[in-house]
């Protein structure tokens, strides 16, 4: 088999033939380190150069990726040492031991993905990513809800440099836990945190606002106990955001909205789902806002592509909102659409607003009335 030259598409289904051969564990990690492989098979792959190698991991889904490392320890250690993004997600039972046979050897990730269906990861494992993943960026521990304070408390010592963490539905988690790792994860541009009621509360906002300056996306759906407190911090520590789910936080007012009306220009997303509270007023200063930071001092470092206010809003349930002031926020930001196929600006269960429409729901309802007279 000749492969130093260039990857064949033979030579990659070859190599997942291999893969499929090897057999393993639930990850292909054996329990000796090694997978026994068939004659004719393995001679072909025996002396395959370790570039190579890495190059067609590259091209293989993670599970392969896995068995491959399986195979021999110059595999795994090749592998391992050239892993910059892992996912474990596929994994349906017994990831813990798994993240604690491969994390010691692959030092070197930058993404981490360990989303469960049912839980399996315990604090463990989560303390050995801390341990050896000092360079890790992002992390996904969505439905860990084995996990503890544990977990936070030693990816604030151990990993620095996050910039993304997902531990939506990880319930066991407090909020004093999550403002002591805001305080050493300083570089988290997108946090997670849907449906964890007892983390996302607004000491722990106050936390991420005067901690995280860089922070961009943050989700926050669900979380009864956020208020106005929390978000406004938000609004004025946090002035790059630019998405913010607050869907269900059924204690923010208005207060909360004109807040990230006046301190985050950059804002495009924002849901407000089954926020009853939410006025008018709310409305009128995210269409003020959108004037005002037009001709202002904002306008300077935006770039046309960003020129266009929100992109979504979600005000499903808002029941207290008027045509007249929803009209004024879509008139203001020309990307938000409830033409068909376009829906960004999202208002079911609101029945007196079925007259709003975007700049080109506005047009195509002109051009049908003209066409029917």
């Known amino acids: 088999m000749a492969m130093k030259g260039g990857l064949r598409s033979e030579d990659l289904e070859s190599f997942k033939k291999l893969m499929v051969f090897s057999g393993g564990l639930d990850g292909g990690v054996s329990g000796g380190g090694g997978v026994e492989m068939g004659g004719d098979m393995s001679a072909q792959w025996k002396d395959i150069p370790m570039e190579l190698l890495l190059r067609i991991v590259t091209l293989v889904d993670d599970k392969t990726i896995i068995r491959a490392s399986g195979v021999c320890s110059g595999w795994r250690e090749a592998i391992c ?16 031991n798994l993240v604690l046979s491969l994390i010691p050897k692959c030092t070197n990730l930058r993404t981490l993905i360990l989303r469960q269906d049912k839980a399996q990861l315990e604090d463990i494992a989560v303390e050995a990513i801390s341990n050896f993943c000092h360079d890790l960026q992002e992390l996904d521990l969505s439905k860990s809800f084995k996990l503890t304070d544990r977990s936070l408390y030693a990816l604030a010592h151990g990993c620095p440099n996050l910039t993304k963490l997902n531990i939506s539905g990880c319930s066991a988690f407090s909020d004093v ?3 002591y790792l805001s305080s050493f994860c300083k570089k988290l541009k997108s946090i997670n945190l849907c449906g ?27 979380c009864e106990n956020v208020g106005d407190l929390g978000v406004t911090s938000l609004a004025y520590g946090c002035p790059n955001l630019r998405a913010l789910d607050l869907c269900g936080c059924v204690l923010i007012t208005d207060e909360s909205v004109i ?14 789902y089954y926020c009853q509270n939410i006025t008018d007023r709310a409305m009128y200063s995210l269409a003020q806002s959108r004037v005002r930071n037009k001709h202002g001092v904002w306008h300077s470092i935006k770039s046309r592509n960003e020129d266009n206010g929100l992109v979504n809003l979600n005000i499903s349930q808002c029941t207290a909102l008027t045509p007249s002031a929803v009209q004024a926020v879509c008139d203001s930001s020309p990307a938000l659409h409830t033409c068909p196929g376009r829906h960004s600006l999202i208002k079911s269960g609101c029945l007196n ?10 047009h195509s309802h002109r051009t049908a009335s003209t066409t029917a007279h």
Do not use: F
């Open 353 to 362: 607003l079925t007259s709003v429409r975007c700049a080109c729901g506005i």
């Open 196 to 222: 964890c009621v007892m983390t996302a509360t607004d000491k722990a906002l106050q936390s991420i606002a005067y901690n995280c300056k860089e922070l961009e996306t943050l989700n926050l759906g669900w």
């Open 177 to 179: 836990a999550l403002a």
């Open 259 to 272: 807040a990230l009306a006046n301190g985050c220009p950059l804002l495009r997303s924002l849901g407000l």
């Open 81 to 96: 040492r050239g892993l910059t993004h892992l996912c474990l997600s596929w994994c349906k039972s017994d990831m813990n």
